[in-house]
Nanobody
Framework: QVQLVESGGGLVQAGGSLRLSCLAS????????MGWFRQAPGKEREFVAA????????DYEDSVKGRFTISRDNAKNTVYLQMNSLKPEDTAVYYC???????????????WGQGTQVTVSS
């Protein structure tokens, strides 16, 4: 059973940066696309970013394009989300997820982490 553990969340002022990490257990990490999602209080969970199995293809939700960067290190079984120029509206619990496919489309995610809180103060 694959497990995903996120870390790196915290409290930051608007305009600041954070880097989230997601460590995956198991030996199949490099075979699957990975994604980051977020859920703000009172809102539904939304897509943030995705990366293909080898890092060659990425995709971002429009509001984070140019500010967030998703990357992965298959040797370390880890996917990252570098978040720059953070805004109060980025405040949410951030989840990483493992796709059921090697490509970022279609979005079929079957394994989720427990989430890490990101709070951006104004």
């Amino acid at each position: 059973q694959v497990q995903l553990v996120e870390s790196g969340g915290g409290l930051v002022q608007a305009g600041g940066s954070l880097r989230l990490s997601c460590l995956a257990s198991g030996r199949t990490f490099s075979s699957y696309a990975m994604g980051w999602f977020r859920q703000a209080p009172g809102k539904e969970r939304e897509f943030v970013a995705a990366i293909s199995w080898n890092g060659g293809v990425t995709d971002y939700e429009d509001s984070v394009k140019g500010r967030f960067t998703i990357s992965r290190d298959n040797a370390k079984n880890t996917v990252y989300l570098q978040m720059n120029s953070l805004k109060p509206e980025d405040t949410a619990v951030y989840y990483c997820a493992r796709s059921q496919r090697s490509t970022i489309r279609p979005m079929t995610y079957g394994t989720w982490g427990q989430g890490t809180q990101v709070t951006v103060s104004s």
